[in-house]
């Protein structure tokens, strides 16, 4: 649920730039995309010298908002739906993203920088399949 009182469009507006800018910067420098898919799959099976800057890009996911933790309050999370809900969307997130060939980060923030059909089908699959379950989740099933 967003806070609308406290909803900042500043504060997302720079968010979204520096994802933007750090996903370029990224292509731009070391010629891959930023899909946090692939980059997760990749530990599993990384190439030699492929590793360290692997491992390095999560520790940046994983420690930026440890980062920001030190300097501002991080916003108070909250989840309306059981761990076996979770843990079935969590499913089922992974079984599409080996699916569709990437993920949200991949296709939609990347994908769809470089004007890549495949990129604009699977987000408008993706986005449409999530709205389409929040609205039954919500609205006819009433859970």
């Known amino acids: 649920m967003i806070a609308w009182n406290t909803f ?17 910067l ?12 692939g980059l997760i799959g ?21 420690g930026a908002p440890l980062a920001y933790a030190l300097f501002a309050a991080l916003p108070v999370l ?6 076996s809900a979770l843990c079935l969307a969590g499913l089922l997130v992974g079984i599409g993203t080996r699916y569709g060939a990437g993920c949200t980060s991949g296709h939609g923030v990347c994908g769809l920088a470089r004007l890549s059909p ?15 379950t929040v609205f039954f989740i919500r609205h006819i099933a009433g859970l």
Not at 30 to 35: D, E, L, P, T
Not at 42 to 53: F, I, M, V
Request: glycine share 14%; hydrophobic share 55%; charged share 10%.
């Open 8 to 24: 900042t469009p500043w504060s997302a507006l720079a968010g979204g730039a520096l994802i933007g800018l750090s996903a370029t």
């Open 26 to 37: 990224f292509v731009l420098l070391n010629g891959r995309i930023a899909g946090i898919s």
């Open 42 to 62: 990749g530990l599993l099976t990384a190439a030699r010298g492929d590793l360290a800057w692997r491992i390095a890009f999560l520790i940046g996911l994983i």
């Open 78 to 83: 909250r989840i309306d739906a059981s761990y």
């Open 118 to 132: 495949r990129s604009l089908v699977a987000t408008l699959t993706f986005m449409g399949a999530g709205f389409s």
